[in-house]
């Protein structure tokens, strides 16, 4: 039996000085950037909060106040226009069928129609009443007067600058322009005689007259500016009593019972804002803005028209 053979370890020749140098490691570069964290806004302190809170409570109030300062005299005057179409309509076929009032009425009920070239004026529809809900469809007849036409002294009342404005100019009348009044007893014919104010009344005793009053400025009114005319030939008979004067229905006179539906549609312009206001953060936001809008509109225009209400009914 043989030997094993050893195999002599393998010896590595060191490198010399004039053997290369070992490849240097590939140069891999700036280690990568780590994300940026989005800035994180730090929490508003209490008082800085209710600050901001106060902030956008101020200008929502604010913008409410501008907005109803705007609705008076532009946009009440669409709702006068509907009013008066329809008015216009009704007492047409009352003409027709010869059952327009010749007397006392319900409140707002049309009456007769007032034509006054001077003023470019035509077939505007008046109303029995001059509270101030009343005044809001058109030209109002004063309750405890007779009618236009009737023998006696009729005054009809008219707002300034809201709902129409229907007389915002009869200041600008002279002595003998014509009035004309169309009632369910025929077409009557009066001429302008004499002007008036609050500290001034109208001093003429004629038996048959027709008395128009308004406010006497564009902003809150004060006191009343006031034309007489005189009726041009024969009286119409008066066709029953007259109602009782009441309170609101004075001239300058507030209706105060509109506070109370004013709180209501309050309340339910702030629920429309807070389901608005969660419709945004749950839903859609431009989905949301377009269902919400006619409702706050329906429910922001209810809230001004209660409180025109509570404004001088000849505003």
């Not at 006392?104 to 470019?120: C, E, K, S």
């Not at 009726?231 to 008979?237: D, F, K, N, V």
């Not at 309170?247 to 702030?270: E, F, H, I, N, V």
Request: net charge neutral; glycine share 10%.
């Amino acid at each position: 039996m043989s030997a094993p053979t050893s195999v002599p370890p393998t010896v590595r020749p060191e490198p010399g000085p004039d053997a290369p140098a070992a490849a240097a490691p590939r140069d891999a570069g700036p280690p990568p950037a780590a994300p940026k964290r989005a800035a994180v806004r730090p929490p508003l302190g209490t008082a800085r909060r209710r600050l901001v809170q106060a902030g956008w409570a101020t200008t929502s109030l604010a913008v409410l106040v501008i907005g109803f300062g705007a609705f008076l005299p532009t946009l009440s005057g669409l709702q006068e226009q509907h009013a008066q179409a329809a008015a216009y309509k009704t007492l047409r076929e009352q003409f027709g069928t010869a059952v327009a009032p010749t007397g006392p009425t319900v409140d707002g009920a049309p009456v007769a129609m007032i034509d006054i070239p001077a003023l470019g004026l035509y077939e505007t529809v008046v109303v029995e009443g001059t509270t101030g809900r009343d005044l809001m469809r058109g030209p109002g007849h004063r309750r405890d007067t007779v009618l236009p036409g009737q023998q006696g002294v009729s005054v009809l009342f008219g707002r300034r600058v809201s709902f129409g404005a229907p007389f915002a100019r009869i200041a600008e009348l002279h002595e003998g322009d014509r009035i004309d009044v169309t009632t369910g007893q025929g077409k009557s014919s009066y001429v302008v005689n004499e002007h008036g104010e609050g500290g001034n009344p109208l001093t003429d005793q004629a038996e048959n007259r027709l008395v128009l009053v308004t406010g006497d400025s564009d902003w809150i009114s004060s006191s009343t500016v006031m034309v007489g005319a005189r009726l041009l030939g024969e009286p119409y008979a008066d066709a029953g009593t007259r109602g009782a004067l009441r309170p609101t229905d004075k001239a300058l006179a507030a209706d105060r019972s509109a506070l109370s539906a004013l709180q209501l549609w309050t309340l339910g312009l702030l629920g429309c804002v807070t389901l608005t206001t969660l419709a945004v953060r749950l839903w859609h936001r431009w989905a949301a803005y377009l269902c919400s809008a006619p409702v706050l509109g329906a429910v922001l225009w209810s809230c001004y028209e209660n409180a025109a209400a509570l404004l001088p009914n000849l505003y």
